[in-house]
């Protein structure tokens, strides 16, 4: 076996390999950065769960501004409701008025 030969492919074969990783670094920062300039709508938000059995739970989530109530079991997902997603305020002087019901 020619020792100048094997090393010229192994030269060859790891300048191959550098070049690979360094496309597949290059692929993974573009795909990092266009994940940063998502919106915060598509994301999805757990809000709260509520067991109502031994391995089943109501689940709601949000979702690009809607609010979806999901029930959960071992054997699937179901779509319960879908409401827009509401941040309406309750005025102050209500909520003192709720405070001073007996």
Request: hydrophobic fraction near 45%.
């Amino acid at each position: 076996m020619n020792v100048q030969n094997f090393t010229t492919e192994l030269v060859s074969m790891l300048f191959t390999l550098a070049v690979v990783l360094v496309l597949a670094w290059i692929v993974l920062r573009v795909l990092k950065r266009s994940q940063l300039g998502k919106s915060s709508d598509d994301k999805l938000k757990f809000v709260r769960a509520l067991p109502v059995g031994s391995r089943e739970r109501v689940v709601l989530v949000e979702y690009r501004g809607k609010e979806y109530m999901l029930g959960v079991t071992p054997g699937g997902i179901n779509l319960l409701e879908k409401r827009a997603v509401t941040t309406e305020l309750i005025p102050r002087e209500d909520l003192t008025e709720l405070d001073n019901k007996p």
